[in-house]
């Protein structure tokens, strides 16, 4: 009976170790997020609202947030 504890604690202190070693052995997580690629934004030339590029009504080199604001500017 005494081996039989013995044998157990050995299993035991074994298995922890084991446990421990993955653990530092483990790639960390990633700790940098992904960045999400900057979008482009542009002033809007009527009411100055910033919109994204790819949402602007463009007029030669004049954006606009909405064709109403293009009309209205006389673009
Ligand atoms: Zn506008």
């Known amino acids: ?3 039989l504890l013995l044998l157990l604690l050995v299993v035991y ?4 170790w084991r446990a421990g070693q993955a653990a530092r052995t483990a ?3 990633q700790a940098q997020s992904v960045q999400p690629e ?3 934004v542009v002033a ?3 009411c100055k609202v ?3 590029l790819s949402h ?3 007029v030669g080199a004049q954006y606009f947030c909405s064709a109403a604001h ?3 500017a006389g673009a």
């Open 38 to 40: 900057p979008i482009a």
């Open 50 to 52: 910033h919109i994204p």
């Open 70 to 72: 293009r009309e209205a």
């Open 27 to 29: 790639p960390p997580h």
């Open 1 to 3: 009976m005494k081996y």
């Open 56 to 58: 602007a009504v463009c």
């Open 13 to 16: 202190v074994l298995w922890r």
């Open 44 to 46: 809007c030339a009527h």
